[in-house]
């Protein structure tokens, strides 16, 4: 081959290769213009999938922020009120709820009281020598409660009349017995029915396993008219007219009412105080005196879960109101009536070890003036007291909110004003109760 005929053939071949070039620039950018088109295509789509992905996310958002409002609305419902019970409503528009509990007691008696009664009695426990009972085993549900309350709006406004009733199984010297514990009505500042007395008030007695107060304790509950007058938010007066039946003094007759005071007061967020009098008239046939107390009680928070109770009483003609008290008032031969006057007091300090556990040392003392004039015209001297003291221990504790269990130690005396034939004058109190209590 020639050079020109070389040149021509490399002239070709350069040819072809610029088409075989072109073609192949030709087909990438068609394959790319296809690929473009295909992502672009892809990329909407994938973009409307995502738009609707997160039209979901801020759907389920919402619905996460509403079901966590609503659970922090009802914790601090629970917050403000945990007891809360179910409220039903009847025909006339009224509102209430149901309450109470099943209490099974149990206590061993060591040395002790009556067979037919299992709780406390240290005023009347046998004398040493005298018919004492020992090592016996006693249970009863008689302390088993049941009670409603109730609300219903009066008037304008947002004032309402509310009532109580609660009963339980602790009436008649037998036990078992149906008895009206509190049954009341109020409305603003007046309360008219039965319920604590306002002379002598639990609030500051030690804890017990025992369903009655210990020696210094009342558990009175009485008929009355009371108002309360409020001067700030730490103070306030209840008067109150009760009826202070008086089953201990023999013939009495009822004329007047009982009038009573209470004055309580909060000095800080951890103590508090109650002052209270009382007076009313005893009368035995057409013969009367006037019986009058007066009582202090603290309760004071030592420290958080640390609780320290005190009551004080001094008291002269009355026995219904305090507990384990002589008979106000005795007739004497001469007709003359005869005033018991006494003081008493108990005292107890509550620890709080945990929300499921906690535990109570107590003490109570009672001392009676000696009136031989009195002594002398009461039909059993024996039967009537110069000292009573008990001192107790316990602990509760709740593993679930409905249930509680409690166990106790008490060891106490009695000094009698007469002696015995046997010339005994004391008499002891030697128990280990327990209870299981079921709240609903």
Do not use: C
Not at 162 to 188: C, P, Q, T, W
Not at 211 to 240: D, E, I, M, W
Not at 296 to 314: F, N, Q, R, S
């Amino acid at each position: 081959m020639n050079m020109s005929q070389f040149t021509n053939q490399q002239s070709i071949n350069n040819s072809t290769f610029k088409r075989k070039v072109l073609m192949s620039m030709m087909a990438i950018s068609i394959g790319g213009i296809s690929l473009s088109a295909i992502a672009q295509s892809t990329a909407q789509s994938s973009q409307d999938e995502i738009e609707q992905l997160r039209q979901e996310v801020k759907a389920l958002r919402a619905m996460i922020e509403q079901q966590q409002s609503r659970q922090v609305t009802y914790t601090a419902q629970a917050a403000i009120a945990p007891a809360a019970k179910p409220v039903m409503k009847l025909a006339s528009g009224a509102e209430f709820n149901l309450y109470g509990n099943v209490r099974a007691d149990a206590s061993y008696q060591a040395e002790g009281g009556a067979a037919t009664r299992m709780y406390n009695q240290i005023n009347a426990v046998p004398l040493e020598g005298v018919g004492e009972r020992s090592d016996e085993f006693k249970s009863t549900l008689s302390a088993t409660r049941l009670g409603m309350d109730f609300k219903a709006p009066v008037g304008a406004g947002d004032k309402a009349l509310s009532a109580k009733v609660e009963v339980d199984f602790l009436g008649g010297a037998g036990l078992d017995n149906l008895r009206i514990r509190h049954a009341y009505m109020s409305y603003a500042n007046w309360l008219i029915g039965q319920t604590w007395s306002n002379f002598a008030i639990p609030d500051y007695m030690p804890e017990t396993v025992d369903a009655l107060a210990y020696a210094g304790g009342a558990v009175k509950r009485t008929p009355q008219v009371r108002h309360t007058s409020t001067f700030s938010p730490a103070t306030n007066l209840v008067l109150a007219v009760e009826d202070p039946k008086d089953g201990t003094i023999t013939g009495i007759k009822q004329r007047l009412p009982a009038l009573t005071a209470r004055l309580n007061h909060k000095f800080a967020d951890n103590l508090s105080v109650s002052a209270r009098a009382m007076g009313n008239e005893k009368r035995v046939n057409e013969d009367e005196e006037m019986a009058w107390g007066v009582g202090l009680g603290a309760k004071y928070e030592v420290v958080p879960g640390t609780t320290l109770k005190a009551d004080y009483y001094h008291v002269k003609g009355d026995s219904s109101f305090v507990s384990y008290a002589n008979p106000g008032v005795v007739r004497a031969t001469n007709g003359d009536l005869l005033q018991s006057e006494f003081d008493s007091i108990t005292v107890g300090l509550t620890q709080q070890f945990n929300d499921k556990l906690r535990g109570t040392l107590g003490y109570g003392y009672m001392n009676f003036e000696q009136d031989n004039g009195y002594v002398t015209a009461t039909a059993n001297p024996t039967a009537i007291n110069k000292d009573l003291w008990q001192a107790w221990a316990n602990v509760f504790y709740s593993p679930t909110k409905p249930l509680s269990f409690g166990l106790e130690y008490v060891y106490g005396e009695r000094e009698a004003l007469g002696a015995a034939t046997n010339g005994s004058t004391k008499g002891e109190d030697n128990r280990i109760n327990a209870v299981a209590i079921y709240s609903f």
